[in-house]
């Protein structure tokens, strides 16, 4: 099962992408829903939205699972003969603006070239803002503007227990996605849940906010974002994935997030070995904000990552340095199972909110009453 999520997590990875330019992990996913028979359509903006809803109870808010197709890169935005200027398109590390980076051309249905960078010239006419570079092919390809610019890293790589990726955000959010639909499907359970994959989440939940703003997902439905989100003092790789409680911009809700906390309690009676973190992720902002924005109850999954947007630690160099996300593949596991039991839960009715605590017994109740501390 767990080889499963990482097969369909290497897939993924092999297709590069940034901001704007998710057709390679938009048509792998396509093809992948249609292997499961999924209805799926896209959105005005290319957003992939996929329905699967078996014995079907709609008096039940279905749960939508969104993550976000884009990853931190760059883009071409000027050809002077053999070499162009490319401009980032999101948080890139800062070490890649400042230092000469290996990375990846990646021409139109093509293989990917690799390049170099090396930082604009300070005294040379800028682009639109100043955070461009350099790029120059280390072989022949005929450079055009637009054309994406990945870092040369691995694309999917296991070292020991822990998995390393250019990409883990959010890779790893859409095959956990996949991965739990996957089998919601084969066991064919009753759920109604959305699987929503966005585009260019990176330079401001841009796929996320039109969709919220749209009328494509009923109002009344759940939505789970599924990240990863940098570790920060208190969350541990390998502890599990983190019930996400909010971001650096919002606080989540409650009801939704009982929906989680319900699915672990029954993951937790089932087998043991379950384990999942709650923690407010304040080391960046995900999907959920853009659609609790719009009024949706809104939760979140996330995966301890490290080397966050491929920035390196700044403990030896002031710049850092750019290198592989990774994440441990436990807590990669656990959110595909936390995805699916949560998906169950959604037409079963063990996702609504019951009592957070028990009623105080009697006894209790009658001790405060005769006495006074
Ligand atoms: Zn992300």
């Known amino acids: 099962m767990q080889e499963r999520a990482l097969e369909i997590l290497r897939g993924l990875g092999a297709v590069p992408a940034v901001p704007f330019h998710e057709h390679g992990p938009a048509r792998y996913i ?5 292997g499961l028979s999924i209805d799926a359509r896209r959105d005005h903006y290319g957003n992939i939205i996929a329905h699967y809803a078996t014995g079907e109870d709609t008096s039940r808010p279905p749960i939508a699972f969104v993550a976000h ?21 999101g948080a890139v590390p800062a070490a890649s603006l400042v230092k000469p980076t290996s990375v990846l051309i990646v021409p139109p249905g093509g293989e990917p070239v690799p390049a170099r960078t090396r930082p604009v010239d300070s005294q040379a006419p800028q682009g639109p803002d100043r955070r461009c570079v350099l790029v120059r092919p280390l072989s022949q390809v005929r450079l055009t503007p637009s054309m994406p610019v990945v870092f040369d890293l691995p694309s999917f790589e296991m070292r020991g227990e822990t998995i390393h990726m250019r990409a883990l955000d959010d890779l790893a959010g859409c095959a956990a996605i996949l991965a739990a639909l996957e089998r919601v499907a084969a066991e064919e359970v009753r759920a109604n849940l959305y699987a929503v994959f966005t585009r260019a989440e990176e330079v401001g939940l841009i796929g996320a906010r039109l969709l919220a703003s749209s009328e494509e997902l009923p109002r009344e439905t759940t939505i ?11 969350v541990v790789q390998g502890d599990g994935p983190v019930i996400r409680t909010g971001d650096a911009m919002s606080t989540f809700d409650d009801d939704a997030e009982q929906a989680l906390r319900g699915a672990a309690a029954r993951l937790r009676e089932r087998d043991g070995g379950f384990r999942a973190q709650r923690r407010l992720m304040s080391g960046g902002v995900c999907e959920a ?4 924005a719009r009024g949706y109850r ?8 490290g080397n966050y947007h491929n920035a390196t630690t700044r403990l030896t160099d002031p710049d850092g340095g750019v290198g592989a996300e990774y994440i441990e593949r436990s807590d990669f596991a656990g959110g595909v199972d936390l995805i699916a039991e949560a998906a169950v839960g959604s037409v079963t009715g063990d ?19 005769t006495t006074d501390g």
């Open 30 to 34: 396509e093809a992948f829903l249609r």
């Open 298 to 305: 809104v939760t979140g999954i996330a995966f301890p990552l």
């Open 224 to 234: 789970v974002s599924v990240e990863s989100s940098p570790v920060i003092p208190g």
């Open 351 to 369: 996702a609504s909110s019951g009592p957070l605590l028990a009623e105080v017994p009697n006894e209790t109740r009658d001790r405060l009453k």
């Open 289 to 292: 904000t853009a659609f609790a």
């Open 69 to 89: 197709m884009d990853h931190p890169g760059f883009e071409v935005i000027e050809v002077e003969g053999d070499r162009a200027v490319a401009r980032a398109l």
